[in-house]
């Protein structure tokens, strides 16, 4: 049985939407068929999201573990692998204090602003083939449009804990978002045109050749930016544990600070899944047709484990800097990537207006050297403007101490 | 190239990432311990104490108490006084050595043990009873001249790696070979008399013979 | 007092001993044994080495390395804790050191161990120097920070690596040589700028001069008595005062002592290099920003133990 209601809706091209839709239409009636299946749907997501979460929090410190040559939470469950589940448990028994001066409301609503985007991310997120749930046609400015309500939801934490260092992790984070917007929209522009459509489903289905191979630059853009707009080593000036205490979260405690967390580690899960998705190729790979969640799974794994690898590494840039590094750095190379991929696809583009998989092997042989000579070019260029941004020492004097000649 | 610091940093920490973690999960496992170790437990060595009081004068914050009254049965050691009361405020304790070092028949050392964690300060001080009834015996524990060398006193030059037991290692801080364990307290109580103006005692070796030997026995283990 | 002296800088309580005893020994007129003295020479060195690990790993962590470089140093400072647990029983609150001497000889396994740090520490430190020593971001963020040009430096008489970061060849160990430091062969290595990365790889080239020293020390080191024959309780004749100054891993640290002829000092009055070397504090922080706050505060490396002493 079909009713127009669902066949209509974007939840249709979900295959498990199907089943779970059918199976309940079999003895109830069409709308409530509808409703069950839609929110058994957003159940699952939910609690994979969240799960997802808890996840990379264990995770990403078993493997930051590794990398510091520790061991990592090993004590509660095999591995450690419980310790989330610990955390979060300790955390629901904490007091759930609010600052003195703080507006209520809005400090309230922060962690539910923080969880929702991310958790609306998912949606258009295709996990396998058939399998996202709602297979918008313009999925890409969806994500870049839903991704920005976070940085509403920070400076909403920052200013309404009435904390000063809240307030300066709210602006360097605002500032931050802001500047790393324009070079991961325009990087993604490139995938888009390269697909020659928003819906991630169909970018998918256009990677032939995955697209990190095809625009390399856009893909670094992207990790930059990206890494940026999650507050990620080494651009994670927001909560600069040792400038400004924990940034906007400073004065959240118990299950608010435990669903800000959540989306934090969450947002690391879902970034990366979306990179997997469009750069890596998403669900694509041998026996796709049954093993896409497997690959899927691998591809967000591998971005996330660059996540947690720079963290390990790299110690953390001064706000200016990254301000510096994102317009004199990102920014470039990002409009010089997407300037080749225009014209690239101008040219090699077939009458019906898509690219050939041969098509996108010239393109990743032309983007390889223009990525390499762009990288060098700007890193030499924004070389000489940041390391050499020195000052003259402030001379004071020091009444009654005579200074001494120093050959 | 600019920024190829960054990947070497990267690579650094990929080859740190398939290395063993030098931690030590405690509980399970544990760090050897070297002899030396001054831990948080007291050895008491009830037949050598002459209850003089020499580690009570020398702890640097006065948190060992002795109190005595004299023994009707004297030992050869001489000023043999019967404890009553020995008792060692561990929760002000700094873990020196001071007491151990300037003990003149080596009757105190201090264990390896270093979980004495309690939930009051009363139970923080080790009274006479609990040195009595500890769970270690005193052996040749810490005396860092207990550690034998095989003979000749040549030491270490150049930088060649030694297997173990090589016996090219001495260490001697008052002159002449280790002695072994049974006869420690004499050799230290000898220097000990030697240090003493008005020397009781010739400065030979046979002169405390029944010190070390059967005195010593039934305590001593390892 | 020996033992109270490991509590003023408990990350190179070694050296702490070190100036203690030789301000007693100055009281006393005494002289140590050869081989104490290069026993102390070894362990003061090894002892900066830590010192400096620490340093450096925490002031690479403020920058904001999630705890790596500072995992990495303390993978060879525990080494180095170890040794001295061969040697005294204690890892930190050594002791290790006396009036006319050391406390005792190195046990024999020590030698071996020693040798086998050292062979490992070559790996480790060329990885610490690997991750951080060109560092882009570590250079963007410290080359020109808080330069403390070398006149500031001398007025405002700091000591060791923030001394020698501003550029002034100033070290107690080259200038009024004690213990082995005659016998040793060592550079002192110079900075130029004085600013926060001048100081950063100040420490990391000490380091590498330490362990030249540690390797001359195994290899003149001499058999023989390590400690003077002096009773436990001392009682210099009063009236006399020593100043006893050594190169710790901070700055010039000495202790001045005065004897009225009793067992403890009349008076001692400690020169610590942190509390002098803080005081440079508003030359590095005026006109910059935040985030360099803790960044200059971690370059002059200074031990709140030592600084409320």
């Known amino acids: ?407 | 190239m600019y920024g190829l610091a960054m990947v070497k940093g990267l690579m650094v920490t990929l080859k740190n990432l398939t290395r063993k973690p030098f931690t030590v999960q405690y509980p399970e496992e544990r760090v050897r311990q070297h002899p030396r170790f001054r831990g948080e437990e007291f050895v008491w060595y009830e037949e050598r104490c002459t209850g003089c009081a020499s580690c009570a004068k020398y702890c640097p914050l006065g948190i060992i108490k002795i109190e005595t009254s004299p023994s009707g049965s004297a030992l050869p050691q001489g000023d043999k006084y019967r404890l009553e009361v020995f008792d060692i405020e561990l929760q002000r304790c700094m873990f020196c050595g001071l007491c151990v070092e300037a003990c003149p028949y080596d009757a105190l050392f201090m264990g390896s043990g270093f979980e004495q964690g309690q939930y009051s300060r009363k139970n923080m001080v080790i009274t006479i009873d609990q040195l009595r009834n500890a769970e270690k015996h005193p052996s040749t524990w810490f005396r860092p001249q207990l550690e034998g060398y095989e003979g000749e006193t040549s030491i270490r030059r150049g930088t060649p790696t030694i297997a173990q037991g090589d016996s090219r290692f001495t260490y001697d801080p008052r002159g002449g070979p280790p002695l072994g364990w049974r006869e420690v307290g004499r050799e230290a109580w000898r220097w000990h008399q030697r240090e003493k103006a008005g020397m009781r005692l010739e400065d030979s070796p046979e002169t405390p013979e029944t010190v070390g030997g059967e005195a010593t026995e039934p305590g001593a283990d390892d | ?309």
Not at chain 1, 16 to 44: D, M, T
Not at chain 1, 378 to 397: H, S
Not at chain 3, 135 to 156: K, Y
Request: glycine share 8%; aromatic share 10%; with cysteine.
């Open chain 3, 1 to 309: 007092m020996v033992t109270l002296t490991d509590r003023l800088d408990y990350t190179s309580s070694m050296i702490n001993n070190q100036a203690y005893c030789l301000a007693v020994e100055e009281l006393l007129g005494v002289e140590p044994p050869p081989r104490a003295k290069y026993l102390r020479t070894q362990t003061a060195e090894l002892q900066r080495i830590a010192s400096h690990l620490i340093a450096v790993g925490f002031f690479v962590q403020e920058l904001g390395a999630f705890g790596t470089p500072l995992m990495y140093s303390f993978r060879s400072r525990e080494r180095i804790l170890d040794l001295f647990e061969m040697l005294c029983g204690a890892r930190v609150t050594v002791s290790y050191m006396r009036p006319g001497g050391v406390f005792a000889d190195a046990p024999r396994d020590f030698w071996p161990a020693l040798d086998r740090f050292l062979e490992d520490f070559e790996g480790e430190l060329a990885e610490i120097e690997q991750l951080l020593l060109e560092n882009e971001i570590l250079m963007v963020r410290t080359r020109g920070v808080s330069p403390i040009p070398a006149e500031v430096a001398i007025n405002c008489s700091v000591s060791g690596p923030v001394l020698r970061a501003s550029g002034i060849n100033w070290d107690w160990r080259k200038q009024e040589p004690y213990d082995a430091y005659d016998q040793v062969e060592f550079d002192v290595p110079i900075g130029s700028n004085g600013d926060n990365y001048d100081r950063f790889c100040e420490r990391m080239q000490e380091v590498h001069q330490s362990l030249r020293i540690v390797r001359q020390c195994i290899a003149q080191i001499e058999p023989g008595p390590v400690r003077l024959d002096l009773p436990l309780v001392l009682r210099p004749e009063a009236g006399r005062e020593a100043y006893g100054r050594v190169e710790a891993s901070k700055g010039e640290l000495a202790f001045y002592l005065v004897s009225d002829g009793g067992i403890s000092p009349y008076r001692c009055k400690i020169r610590s290099p942190s509390l002098i070397n803080l005081t440079i504090i508003e030359h590095l922080l005026v006109g910059w920003k935040l985030a360099d706050m803790i960044v200059s505060l971690g370059s002059i490396d200074i031990n709140m133990g030592e600084v409320d002493r």
């Open chain 1, 1 to 407: 049985m079909n009713c127009q209601l669902a066949t209509d809706s974007v939840l249709y091209a979900n295959g498990l939407y199907r089943v779970v839709y059918n199976l309940a239409g079999s003895f109830l009636p069409c709308w409530l068929a509808y409703v069950i299946a839609g929110l058994v749907i957003i159940f699952i997501l939910v609690n994979a999201v969240l799960l997802g979460a808890a996840v990379i929090t264990w995770g990403e410190r078993r493997v930051l573990g590794r990398f510091q040559n520790r061991v990592g939470p090993n004590r509660w469950g095999p591995f450690g692998l419980f310790q989330p589940i610990a955390d979060l448990l300790k955390l629901l028994t904490k007091e759930d204090l609010r600052p003195q001066g703080a507006d209520r409301i809005v400090f309230a609503l922060v962690p539910i602003l923080m969880v929702a985007p991310l958790i609306l991310l998912t949606a258009v997120i295709p996990f396998a083939k058939d399998t996202v749930l709602a297979s918008l046609n313009v999925g890409v400015l969806y994500i870049l449009a839903v991704s920005s309500v976070s940085s509403v939801a920070i400076f909403m934490a920052g200013w309404s804990s009435n904390n000063r260092y809240a307030m300066f992790g709210a602006a360097r984070a605002v500032a931050v978002l802001i500047s790393y917007e324009v070079p991961v929209v325009l990087s993604l522009l490139g995938v888009v045109m390269v697909a020659a459509s928003m819906s991630l489903g169909s970018i998918v289905e256009a990677q032939a050749l995955p697209f990190i191979l095809v625009m390399p630059m856009a893909f670094l853009v992207f990790l930059a930016g990206m890494s940026a707009e999650l507050n990620r080593s080494p651009f994670d000036v927001a909560e600069a544990e040792s400038e400004i205490i924990a940034g906007y979260h400073t004065e959240y405690s118990g299950v608010k600070f435990a669903l800000i967390q959540a989306a934090e580690f969450g947002g690391v899960g879902v970034v990366s899944a979306i990179a997997a998705v469009l750069f890596l190729g998403g669900w694509s790979g041998p026996w796709s047709e049954y093993l896409g969640w497997l690959w899927f799974l691998l591809k967000t794994g591998i971005v996330v484990f660059l996540f947690i690898w720079f963290r390990a590494t790299y110690p953390r840039l001064r706000i200016d800097q990254i301000m510096a590094f994102s317009w004199k750095f990102l920014l470039p190379l990002s409009m010089i990537s997407l300037a080749a991929v225009t014209l690239e696809v101008y040219f090699l583009r077939g009458d019906d207006g898509f690219l050939t998989t041969a098509d996108l092997a010239i393109m990743a042989a032309i983007n390889a050297v223009v990525t390499v000579v762009s990288v060098i070019v700007f890193g030499n260029l924004i070389r000489d403007k940041v390391t050499l941004r020195t000052r003259q020492p402030r001379q004071v004097a020091v009444p009654g101490v005579p200074t001494i000649e120093v050959s």
